[in-house]
T-cell receptor, first 116, second 116 residues
Framework: DTGVSQDPRHKITKRGQNVTFRCDPISEHNRLYWYRQTLGQGPEFLTYFQNEAQLEKSRLLSDRFSAERPKGSFSTLEIQRTEQGDSAMYLC??????????????FGQGTRLTVV | GENVGLHLPTLSVQEGDNSIINCAYSNSASDYFIWYKQESGKGPQFIIDIRSNMDKRQGQRVTVLLNKTVKHLSLQIAATQPGDSAVYFCAENIHEGSGNTGKLIFGQGTTLQVKP
């Protein structure tokens, strides 16, 4: 499978615990994005990387959230001291320049986080 | 399984009919648009894209129409099949001063239900 891969698919954690998610992008894609999706809503942008550089962070990304892409390949998203409001689907995407000239993002299957 | 379509507008069609899903976008600086299909418990799946210098683009059984005057996108699905049942999102890429980041802003989403 050469698509975007995310691990784990599901995570249940107790409030206050730390969690870390991993994303492996499509290998030739240099940009990687993290989004969050809550029930009934579209995905919301959190942050993105070009190679190993984190270029932008959304206001949604509080100080408890940190993302890394140390070698410009896989990325991790860590949430510290989880809260019930962090319960959501966390989506990773990677992009390439499309033949049409736009930048097409391809998504992984997501990590469903439930904080109890 | 998860119903990402909870509280979303719903379009119900008969198998074999054509479907039209509409989307309004808000930013006149958006220069690239993508339609995604999202099945329950999965990540968004790329369907078709269009640049702002076009008003129509066709794929296999799908057509996207762009009306920049009224900031409106539509996705037409020909001969709708049960496997087309999902939530459909339009996404816009805003061209920023730094160039095309690939960061997407998603619309509300529409649930498509196909009756056999």
């Amino acid at each position: 499978d050469t698509g975007v891969s995310q691990d784990p698919r599901h995570k249940i954690t107790k409030r206050g615990q730390n969690v870390t998610f991993r994303c492996d992008p499509i290998s030739e894609h240099n940009r990687l994005y993290w989004y969050r999706q809550t029930l009934g809503q579209g995905p919301e942008f959190l942050t993105y990387f070009q190679n190993e550089a984190q270029l932008e962070k959304s206001r949604l990304l509080s100080d408890r959230f940190s993302a890394e892409r140390p070698k410009g390949s896989f990325s991790t998203l860590e949430i510290q001291r989880t809260e019930q409001g962090d319960s959501a689907m966390y989506l990773c995407a990677s992009s390439r320049m499309a033949p049409s000239g736009g930048r097409t993002a391809f998504f992984g299957q997501g990590t469903r986080l439930t904080v109890v | 399984g998860e119903n990402v379509g909870l509280h979303l507008p719903t379009l119900s069609v008969q198998e074999g009919d054509n479907s039209i899903i509409n989307c309004a976008y808000s930013n006149s600086a958006s220069d690239y648009f993508i339609w995604y299909k999202q099945e329950s418990g999965k990540g968004p799946q790329f369907i078709i894209d269009i640049r702002s210098n076009m008003d129509k683009r066709q794929g296999q059984r799908v057509t996207v129409l762009l009306n920049k005057t009224v900031k409106h996108l539509s996705l037409q699905i020909a001969a709708t099949q049960p496997g087309d049942s999902a939530v459909y999102f339009c996404a816009e890429n805003i061209h920023e001063g730094s160039g095309n980041t690939g960061k997407l802003i998603f619309g509300q989403g529409t649930t498509l239900q196909v009756k056999p």
